[in-house]
């Protein structure tokens, strides 16, 4: 049951952090988030690749305000959109 709950919460905060990226595309805030949807798609990418990976990003920094009990850092998450589709942790290894 507690596996069952689990999945339940991530389809949700996936769905959250979705429908988070889709605002920020719709509003044009931040710039960078329709720019990097636009490069994305030139590339090749589906909107739903694009979506997750913009989410996986904006998840990243999530965590790392709430570890570090800090605001948000939008202007790491501007540069962190700007480099997928590598992601942030693959940028933190190189």
């Known amino acids: 049951m507690t596996e069952h709950d689990d999945t339940d919460d991530e389809a949700f905060a996936e769905a959250t952090l979705i429908q988070a990226i889709e605002n920020q595309l719709e509003t044009g805030n931040p710039p960078a988030a329709q720019a990097v949807y636009n490069k994305l798609t ?39 959109l700007r480099a997928l589709p590598e992601l942030p942790e693959q940028a933190e290894d190189d």
């Not at 990418?45 to 996986?56: F, K, S, V």
């Open 42 to 80: 030139l590339v090749g990418y589906a909107r739903e690749e694009i979506l997750e990976l913009m989410a996986l990003v904006l998840a990243h920094e999530i965590d790392a305000m709430l570890d570090a009990d800090r605001p948000f850092d939008s202007a790491w998450y501007e540069q962190a």
